[in-house]
């Protein structure tokens, strides 16, 4: 077996960013778009850790704290926009959420 | 080496079937418990890469924070009847086709290697022996990215009362 490198976490990363968004294009439920949403983040902080330990430097922890606040503060208001939505018009359905279509 | 080898795949496998499942299963409420499983996956590939503190804001703030408040809505709004419906949209086939051509990309990008990979200016290492990992953390955090810290809590503030005006029935 080859030892770990960053480039086995690269690969990862770039695979879970394709599958989140798989889902953010493919899904009708909004539930599961701001799920998929969640999945790209954490593409994103993988990527972003493993370049700061090849390269030893901290600085990508930090980001990455800070690509986790933008994930929490984007699931709370996404969430909060779903109920309303939900509330006024029965649907979940991305597709059925067309007052903007021609 | 080899046990590092072993638990990177079964963390890698942990993270890449629970991403599957979550954008494939028709009930959200399995799909958010994939995700759980997902993220999970990603916290233990934290922890391989001597980030511990992140692994652990993982577990609380994602796992505990984030899929708490996913399966509160879950629940809260009724999804029974859409687990019913059709659960891929019509235009699936151009997301597809999108995702495949950002996958040649990055793929291309990742086969070339590191001459891909360029930096603007050598990067110093900034982790000094004798220090632990969440000791680094805060050292950078507050002096050189002091002010986006500042402004991440101002973020949130603003998350906090724009998602109790949107929940709420009557402003």
Redesign the interface.
């Known amino acids: 077996m080859h030892p770990v490198t960053t480039v086995h976490y690269l690969a990862l990363s770039a695979a879970l960013l394709l599958i989140g968004t798989v889902g953010v294009l493919t899904r009708r439920n909004i539930v599961i778009i701001l799920m998929s949403i969640e999945l790209i983040l954490n593409a994103v902080n993988i990527n972003l850790i493993a370049f700061s330990h090849a390269l030893q430097n901290v600085n990508g922890q930090v980001f990455a704290i800070f690509v986790i606040v933008d994930a929490v503060a984007e699931a709370a208001v996404g969430l909060g926009i779903l109920i309303a939505l939900f509330r006024n018009k029965e649907t979940v359905q991305a597709d059925e959420i067309d007052l903007l279509k021609w | 080496?080899?046990i590092?080898?072993?638990l990177?795949y079964i963390f890698?496998l942990l993270?890449?079937g629970g991403?599957?499942l979550?954008?494939t299963?028709r009930s959200?409420m399995h799909?958010?418990i994939s995700?759980i499983v997902?993220?999970l996956g990603?916290a233990g590939?934290?922890l391989?890469?001597?980030?511990e503190?992140?692994f652990a804001?993982?577990i609380v703030?994602?796992v505990g924070?984030?899929m708490l408040?996913?399966l509160f809505?879950?629940m809260?709004?009724n999804?029974d009847e859409?687990a019913k419906?059709?659960?891929?949209?019509?235009?699936?086939t151009?997301?597809?086709a999108?995702?495949a051509l950002?996958?040649a990309q990055?793929?291309f990008f990742?086969f070339k290697?590191k001459d891909s990979f360029h930096f603007a200016a050598p990067?110093?290492?900034?982790?000094p022996a004798g220090l632990g990992?969440t000791e680094?953390?805060a050292?950078?955090?507050f002096s050189?990215?002091l002010l986006?810290f500042e402004l991440?809590s101002l973020?949130?503030l603003?998350?906090?009362v724009?998602?109790?005006?949107?929940?709420k029935?009557r402003i």
């Open positions: 080496m080899l590092d080898t072993f990177f890698a993270v890449l991403a599957v979550t954008i299963r959200a799909a958010a995700l997902s993220l990603v590939l934290y391989m890469q001597q980030a503190f992140l804001v993982q703030l994602y924070g984030v408040l996913f809505v879950i809260l709004v999804l859409a419906l059709r659960q891929f949209n019509k235009q699936w151009i997301g597809i999108a995702v950002v996958a990055v793929a990742i290697g990067i110093a290492p900034n982790t990992n680094q953390i050292n950078s955090l050189e990215y986006p991440a973020l949130l603003v998350a906090v724009g998602s109790v005006v949107m929940a029935k």
